[in-house]
C-alpha cells in the first residue's frame, strides 16, 4: 500500500497540491485540508521515516529547527493561547507534526484536539480560506 504522506510529497513536488505553504530543506509545510482550529497545519518530513529516531542526526536537528520555525511563524500569524503540536503516526507511519493552534474561546480548551475529530470535516478548508491563510504565512516565514 502506498503512504498517503509520500503520495502528498509526490504531489508536492509535481506542483499539483495547493496545501503547501514553504519548502525546507528536509520538509514542507502545509496548511491543513481543515480548519476546526484556524490556522491548522502539518509539517512532514520529504523522506519516508517510521519514527523521528530514524532520521540521521543532522536531519534530526535541522527538522527541529524547521519545526521551530512553523512553531513561531503560525504563533504570529494566529495568536493562539496555546499551540498543540502533536507527532503520533498511527494511522500514517511517515514522520509528520500536527500544528494546532488552541484559542482562549474554546470551550474544550483542555482537552486533547483529537477528541473533536469528528467535526473536523465540517470545518473543510474553502479555496478562498485556503489562498488566505497560505498567504498570511508566507509573509512571515522568509523573515524567520
Ligand atoms: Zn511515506
Redesign the pocket.
Known sequence: MQ????ER?QKTNEGSYPFIIHEFKNSYLYLGEHQYYEGYCILVTKT?FREMTDLPQKMRDEVFQEMMICHEAIQKVFQPKKMNLCSLGNV???VHWHFFPRYADDQNFKNPPWLQMNLFDSAKTSPEKRVELIEKLKQVIPAM
Open positions: 503512504c498517503p504522506l509520500c510529497v519516508h500514517v507511519d511517515h
